[in-house]
């Protein structure tokens, strides 16, 4: 069995288990042990069509806005992030393509969806009559 490049911690999720890259083939115990530091390197150095970038490209990048982490760590789409957490989605958008920023309160407010995002859905759902 080959080793499978996982990242992130591993959740179960419409019964398929999967990480920060998606769905993760197979089940835990046919899992063979997550590719270390060292094979990750060697197997990106081995690829021709897609090498490690150099460290003078990696300062170029920018990383991915907290918005966009937050949303794809939950794996909704963007409609389904504004709809659920009410974020207008030309805002999001705004946010993800890093057109402008959030404020501190919608900082705070990405923060807390991300640490405990169903409580948040709870909170925001209709009240009971």
Do not use: C
């Not at 959740?11 to 197979?26: E, R, S």
């Not at 705004?94 to 402008?100: A, N, V």
């Not at 923060?111 to 209709?126: T, W």
């Amino acid at each position: 069995m080959t080793k499978i490049p996982t990242t992130g911690r591993r959740y179960l999720k419409d019964d398929v288990w999967h990480d920060a890259n998606g769905p993760i083939p197979g089940y835990p115990d046919q899992w063979d042990p997550p590719m270390t530091d060292e094979e990750v390197l060697a197997a990106a150095l081995s690829d021709p069509d897609n090498p490690p970038l150099s460290d003078e490209e990696l300062s170029r990048m920018r990383p991915a806005s907290t918005a966009k982490r937050v949303r794809r760590k939950l794996g909704l789409s963007r409609e389904e992030f504004s709809r659920r957490y009410r974020i207008p989605i030309d805002t999001l958008r705004d946010w993800e393509f890093h057109r402008s920023e959030p404020d501190d309160a919608a900082r705070a407010y990405l923060q807390v969806i991300e640490r405990e995002p169903d409580a948040v859905e709870r909170a925001l759902a209709p009240a009971a009559e």
